[in-house]
T-cell receptor, first 115, second 114 residues
Framework: GAVVSQHPSRVICKSGTSVKIECRSL??????MFWYRQFPKQSLMLMAT?????????EQGVEKDKFLINHASLTLSTLTVTSAHPEDSSFYIC???????????FGQGTRLTVV | EDQVTQSPEALRLQEGESSSLNCSYT??????LFWYRQDPGKGPEFLFT???AGEEKEKERLKATLTKKESFLHITAPKPEDSATYLC???????????????FGQGTILTVHP
């Protein structure tokens, strides 16, 4: 199968601090990874697309200096929420896709709470 | 702009009561239409990919179909463990500004009562 592992599953941080979320493809090489944000009872909103070894492409309205994305290897991408504020509290989900594939497989998500 | 609309927003079924979920879409050159299942507090779980009108795919009690404007997810004799949010997403083909990205619908919350 195609397994994507996301860590941590839950994190609580203080306002003004930064938090890093990891997304790993466990049994395949992910040339492309995606980061989404999901508010309660809403669908997934794409934040950014990252290709291994390249800078991430951010969707309109997403602050790239606030949401730092690194995709340094074919199995790992990280999302760092910098200077987090309560309005950044949300469910963050990553997905990963092989080169040439259409299907993307999702991690289990990270519930971020900023207090 | 690619758009995906799912209906109904919520669906309550009795165990064994078959039904269908709808996903209407507009996309600049469809590369693929995807169905995912999402349980509360979890990431989406991949179910199906459909590529062209007329295509059908089945998995256990689920069957997905595709036309040029919409997709249906048919659930036959559902069980309580089928309760989840079902998400539909489209991926645009080459040439569009949203190439490679998934655009998701709002989802249908399915509840199956025993």
């Amino acid at each position: 199968g195609a397994v994507v592992s996301q860590h941590p599953s839950r994190v609580i941080c203080k306002s003004g601090t930064s938090v890093k979320i990891e997304c790993r493809s466990l049994d395949f090489q992910a040339t492309t990874m995606f980061w989404y944000r999901q508010f309660p009872k809403q669908s997934l909103m794409l934040m950014a697309t990252s290709n291994e070894g390249s800078k991430a492409t951010y969707e309109q309205g997403v602050e790239k200096d606030k949401f730092l994305i690194n995709h340094a290897s074919l199995t790992l991408s990280t999302l760092t929420v910098t200077s987090a504020h309560p309005e950044d509290s949300s469910f963050y989900i990553c997905s990963a896709r092989r080169a040439g594939a259409t299907e993307a497989f999702f991690g289990q998500g990270t519930r971020l709470t900023v207090v | 702009e690619d758009q995906v609309t799912q209906s109904p927003e919520a669906l309550r079924l009795q165990e064994g009561e078959s039904s269908s979920l709808n996903c209407s879409y507009t996309v600049s050159g469809l590369r693929g239409l995807f169905w995912y299942r999402q349980d509360p507090g979890k990431g989406p779980e991949f179910l199906f990919t459909l590529y062209s009108a007329g295509e059908e795919k089945e998995k256990e009690r689920l069957k997905a179909t595709l036309t040029k404007k919409e997709s249906f997810l048919h659930i036959t004799a559902p069980k309580p463990e089928d309760s989840a949010t079902y998400l539909c997403a489209v991926q645009a083909g080459a040439g569009g500004t949203s190439y490679g990205k998934l655009t998701f619908g709002q989802g249908t919350i399915l509840t199956v009562h025993p």
